[in-house]
């Protein structure tokens, strides 16, 4: 599923890559590791700062703005999300590229199956285009299954830290 307020056009086209993952936890520890700033670092693919948030985690509403480095330059994005419960993370965000992210959960036998979807929009000038190629190779290259791979570890770990 994309996000954002654009008409079905413009989601047609839209590039998407999509990942999937059994992790070992609850619907809601995984929404706490997909939406809680510290957490987060340990598994998200591109680093970032969540700008002026105060270290509270994201939460269906929120507008938030985060900043970082794409392919060595500096970026900020405006981050709105439109869904944080225990089905779901959906969010938008808008910067240089257009990027829709969901991740959908689906409880199962010992714990919830992920699916992330990603969707990138194109986005015009030279600044968008090298941010954009380099984005483009990080999906191809896995970067989305890798990310969700590293939440699974990361939620493994801490459920281990806490049981010990």
């Given at each position: 599923?994309?996000?954002?307020?654009?008409?079905?056009?413009?989601a047609a086209r839209a590039e998407?890559?999509?990942?999937?993952?059994?992790?070992?936890?609850?619907?809601?520890?995984?929404?706490?590791a997909l939406t809680d700033p510290e957490l987060i670092a340990a598994w998200a693919p591109v680093s970032f700062e969540?700008?002026?948030n105060?270290?509270?985690?994201?939460?269906?509403?929120?507008?938030?703005?985060?900043?970082?480095?794409?392919?060595?330059?500096?970026?900020?994005?405006?981050?709105?999300?439109?869904?944080a419960?225990?089905?779901?993370?959906?969010?938008v965000a808008e910067g240089p590229?257009?990027?829709d992210v969901t991740y959908a959960f689906q409880e199962q036998?010992?714990?919830?199956?992920?699916?992330?979807?990603v969707g990138l929009r194109r986005s015009r000038g030279i600044t968008a285009q090298l941010m954009r190629g380099a984005v483009v190779?990080?999906?191809?290259?896995?970067?989305?299954?890798?990310?969700?791979?590293r939440l699974a570890a990361s939620l493994r770990e801490r459920s281990e830290l806490l049981a010990a």
């Open positions: 599923m994309l996000l954002g307020n654009r008409s079905q056009g413009e998407t890559w999509s990942a999937r993952a059994s992790v070992q936890a609850e619907p809601g520890e995984v929404l706490e969540l700008e002026a105060g270290g509270r985690a994201l939460c269906g509403g929120c507008r938030d703005r985060v900043s970082g480095s794409i392919v060595g330059l500096r970026t900020s994005f405006d981050v709105e999300v439109t869904r419960d225990r089905e779901a993370l959906e969010l590229l257009a990027i036998p010992g714990g919830v199956l992920v699916d992330a979807t190779a990080l999906l191809n290259a896995g970067a989305l299954d890798g990310a969700l791979q």
